[in-house]
């Protein structure tokens, strides 16, 4: 039983993740890569660490909300209604890919990892819980403060206008003579408008 | 279901996310891959966490430590994303190659 739940939830965890890079529309990419961390949040049930899964789940639901709506404001061809080609270097990628498999998968294998399996699931549930209101409190509660800045950093970086000025301002040309007027062609900023977006840079 | 067959799959995840952050061209879809990779280490994590460390607590301290760290990449990453557009109108990694050498 436990292994045919194993087998089903790992094997979809990596046909969902593979099919996130083969979609044409972004938005089934969120998606599928939802149903890939669903399913290992499954598999973390299966392990035992059944908090961890049920965070996991929670957590990824929420994320994966927030991209999907990042990608329809922002990407190209956010619904797949155009197939298009958006990969680069994919020979290298592939390589890569299967060399960093092969390798871990290498590792998995010929390790040599102690045999020492968790406790049923009510003594695993209560040591985590002491364990990260007693021993762990430093790491749980550096965690949170990691967030709270991730939060002002992000808030940060996203605004337009700072203290200092515009956000863009180090993107602007200088003028030529004091009290001259910028020369808009030589700005990094591409506000030509339309042509700007989509197209390859090739200097 | 073993340690062994937990750590392939684990690393079949890992290698997904490798290739498609490699080879994906938008900003979204890289951070898509380092995801994967993140999902990877995060099961990698828990089975070893249940079949080679016995079960102790420290174990799932860490696999919540590789949790907060895939919030603060989604939040910092599509912060620089908004930041780039709108200064480069750019969602592409070729959009972005003043730099290059």
């Known amino acids: 039983m436990t292994s045919a739940a194993f087998a089903v939830f790992s094997a979809a965890a990596i046909w969902t993740g593979w099919r996130v890079f083969r979609t044409d529309s972004m938005v089934r990419a969120s998606f599928l890569l939802l149903a890939s961390f669903l399913n290992v949040g499954a598999l973390c049930v299966l392990l035992l660490a059944e908090y961890l899964g049920t965070a996991l789940l929670f957590m990824m639901t929420v994320e994966m909300v927030v991209m999907a709506l990042f990608m329809v404001m922002f990407m190209m061809n956010p619904a797949g209604l155009n197939p298009m080609n958006m990969v680069h270097q994919p020979r290298f990628a592939i390589g890569a890919g299967v060399v960093a498999t092969l390798g871990l998968g290498g590792v998995a294998v010929a390790g040599a990892f102690p045999d020492a399996p968790a406790a049923p699931i009510p003594a695993t549930i209560r040591a985590l819980g002491s364990e990260l209101l007693g021993d762990s409190m430093l790491v749980f509660e550096t965690a949170g403060v990691t967030l709270v800045a991730t939060m002002v950093c992000a808030v940060m970086l996203s605004s337009a206008r700072g203290r200092y000025g515009d956000d863009d301002g180090g993107s602007v040309a200088p003028p030529l003579e004091p009290d001259g007027d910028h020369r808009p062609e030589d700005d990094l900023v591409d506000d030509g408008g339309g042509h700007g977006h989509m197209h390859h840079g090739g200097h | ?101």
């Open chain 2, 1 to 101: 279901m073993t340690l062994v067959t937990v750590l392939l799959v684990a690393a079949a995840l890992i290698g997904i996310g490798v290739w498609g952050a490699l080879a994906q061209q938008t900003f979204v879809m890289i951070m898509m891959g380092i995801e994967l990779m993140v999902n990877g280490a995060i099961l990698a994590g828990a089975g070893v966490w249940a079949y080679a460390a016995g079960g102790v607590p420290e174990g799932q301290v860490l696999v919540i430590v590789a949790m907060a760290v895939m919030a603060v990449e989604m939040a910092i990453g599509f912060a620089l994303v908004v930041a780039v557009y709108r200064t480069r109108q750019a969602d592409m990694t070729e959009g972005i190659s003043t730099l290059k050498g």
